[in-house]
């Protein structure tokens, strides 16, 4: 199979995103950022907490960037939890539009329980909860397309499912997991979501998150745009992973986390979180 994106390139300087102690809601961490492009600007959306472990609670920043490498920062959060299902926090967005829409799926931590929430927007600076779309799963991309009137989700955080539907309330959900975790792979732990996937002309393309007991990656696959549950192809071998210190160490060590993906002047800006700490990119070249 021939990937959509060239070999990945991590920025030199990352991370580009760090905590900031001049910025209360993230004095702790920035991470696992979803991106968009608007108007020549990349909207990255990340993860933020003021405090570690017990104490945490996620609320989700904005930053805006015109080269996609250099971000200037929102000093106030644009998403914070308001209701009983997200008390703990709203975390890991991941972004797309829809017919001329933005939606932004996040995951809603009660303290106890985890779902699916979706938020909307016009202008991406003003979002309306629309509350949740799954309960007790997590980690949903919406396909920015809808494949015979219907929405389609993939999702899920040890195997990956497809979903379907037409209003965005009500889901039809494939049996079977259309991504699952190989004993003998660099994915033999669990598999996740990544970014929101996007359509090329060889198929759906997604991006996908993996652990393997040691560490975290990122890995390809291919779904059929005409049956999104049909896989085509699929990475032997990690597309990223942890090397450098900020990547592994930090609040979980060796984590590379993938939730943003922008096109950009013939060339694809991949954002991951890395240890959970901060935000660096990765950028490959468009193939097609």
């Known amino acids: 199979m021939k990937w959509p994106i060239g070999k990945l390139e991590k920025y030199k300087e990352n991370p580009i995103l760090s905590p900031s102690r001049k910025i209360k809601f993230e004095t702790a961490a920035v991470y696992n950022g979803t991106a968009i492009k608007k108007d020549g600007e990349i909207y990255l959306f990340y993860r933020a907490e003021q405090h570690y472990y017990s104490e945490y609670i996620s609320k989700i920043g904005l930053a805006i960037s015109k080269d996609g490498l250099k971000f200037k920062k929102y000093k106030e959060p644009l998403i914070v939890p308001s209701r009983r ?14 017919d001329g829409k933005y939606y932004m799926t996040y995951v809603a931590y009660s303290g106890r329980k985890i779902s699916i929430a979706l938020a909307e927007s016009k202008d991406l600076l003003h979002w309306k909860k629309k509350g949740i779309l799954m309960k007790n799963v997590k980690s949903g991309a919406l396909l920015p397309k809808k494949i015979d009137g219907k929405y389609v989700m993939y999702f899920g955080d040890t195997n990956i499912y497809v979903a379907f ?19 003998d792979k660099f994915d033999l732990q669990l598999v996740e979501m990544g970014p929101c996937p996007i359509i090329t002309k060889k198929g759906i393309f997604v991006i996908y998150n993996s652990a393997n007991w040691e560490e975290y990656n990122v890995g390809y696959a291919m779904f059929s745009k005409k049956n999104p549950e049909k896989l085509i192809a699929r990475t032997d071998k990690s597309r990223l992973s942890a090397t450098q210190p900020w990547e592994n160490y930090g609040k979980v060590n060796y984590v590379v986390f993938a939730e943003g993906l922008v096109e950009k002047d013939g060339k694809y800006f991949l954002y991951y979180g890395g240890a959970d700490k901060s935000i660096g990119v990765a950028i490959g070249k468009k193939l097609y």
């Open 85 to 98: 299902y997200e008390k703990r926090g709203c975390e890991d967005p991941r972004i797309c539009e829809i």
């Open 165 to 183: 539907s037409r209003d965005l309330k009500k889901w039809k959900v494939s049996e079977e997991p259309v991504l699952s975790p190989r004993i």
